[in-house]
């Protein structure tokens, strides 16, 4: 069973930065992709930004965090990451890992961010 282990959630002032990362209990080379999604009360889980893994990590980004959020990973840690910049309080929400093994889709148990105005 994959296990993810988000941290790095917490509470910050709009325009400053977080930096989330989310451990996993094996290679991430077993993963065909990891991904972050964020979902705020009310509304549907959505997707952040996604990375292929391996064949050169292609990433997609959701257009509201496009050029303020970048997605990486480090196969020797066997972890993700997402650096999050120019903080918005629209951006207030549980941010959750993700990762896709074959066509089993894990998460994670979410990290809170809160951007305060």
């Known amino acids: 069973q994959v296990r993810l282990v988000e941290s790095g959630g917490g509470l910050v002032q709009a325009g400053r930065s977080l930096r989330l990362s989310c451990a996993a209990s094996?290679?991430?080379?077993?993963?065909?992709?990891m991904a972050w999604y964020r979902q705020d009360p009310g509304n549907q889980r959505e997707l952040v930004a996604s990375i292929v893994i391996g064949s050169g990590g292609s990433t997609n980004y959701a257009d509201s965090v496009k050029g303020r959020f970048t997605i990486s990973r480090n196969y020797a840690a066997n972890s993700l990451f997402l650096q999050m910049n120019s903080l918005k309080p629209e951006d207030t929400a549980v941010y959750y890992c993700?990762?896709?093994?074959?066509?089993?889709?894990?998460w994670g148990q979410g990290t809170q961010v809160t951007v305060s105005s």
């Open positions: 993700n990762a896709l093994k074959a066509t089993t889709m894990y």
């Open positions: 094996e290679s991430i080379f077993s993963f065909n992709s």
